[in-house]
């Protein structure tokens, strides 16, 4: 009988208390054993936690859910099933996939929200999330495992709640963004081969949006020195035209 370890970061700052009972209740629901390990993230963060989580681990499979998530009933045991189908030492929720749309994916498409899907095992995969990213370190941790010993998918796996206080719902201004964006782009080009065509492209969304957030604050030069980097990267039409308006609105101020 497999059992499967069940890591929750918790901090009372991001998540109430009653929404952690509630992820616990569909942990204790699965149709497999589980092993249930919370995580105090107050003082450390969620990626420090969830390594400390895999440390207190006793079992191969370790999966990992947000403290304001909640599983599908079959969530593990559709997993398990799907990876001694497929070999793989990472399953998420989605679509069956290659590693390469995978990798993709999570680098510069739409796939941003995995980790309370996540289920890996580790005696196929060593990956450690990495500390000092705000924004971006489960994303690192499944493009890194995946690499490492390939990935498989199953639908339908969890219910993703936001809610006023949770942590995605805090913004970050923009030099922080771009210094923790640059550093994950820096971390994924070293350690995810598979990544490295995608690598404009990621400049070019990262340029593009830095822009967009400094011309809606009104710091138009700031948006031109962006977008114009963006531009020189790869010249999107609709980078081109955020340039261009940028650059309207720097030549002739315009009143709200």
Sequence with gaps: MVTVSVVIPYSERFTPPEMLEE???????????????????????????????????????????DADDLWAPDKLARQLDRMAETGAGLCVEGPKTTLDDFVYEVFVGDRSEVT????????????????????????????????????????????????????TASGMAVDEYRRHAKRFGYLVSERVPEAQPYLPIYYTQ??????????????????VTYLGRAVRISPHPFSVAYLCRSLCYRLVPFSP
Aim: overall charge negative.
């Design 23 to 65: 992820a616990k209740a569909t942990v204790a629901a699965q149709t497999v054993d589980t092993e249930l390990l919370v995580v105090d993230d107050v003082d450390t963060g969620p990626a420090d936690a969830r390594n400390a989580g895999l440390d207190r681990a006793d079992t191969r499979y370790v999966a990992f859910l």
């Design 116 to 167: 309370s899907s996540i289920l890996v095992d580790t005696d196929r995969v060593g990956t450690r999330f990495e500390t000092g990213l705000d924004r971006g370190e489960d994303l690192l941790y499944v493009l890194e495992a995946a690499s490492d010993g390939g990935v498989c998918c199953c639908p339908d796996l969890f219910e993703r709640r936001r809610h006023g206080e949770s942590m």
């Design 206 to 223: 990262l340029y593009t949006d830095l822009g967009l957030a400094c011309h809606e604050a009104g710091e138009y030069d700031r948006a």
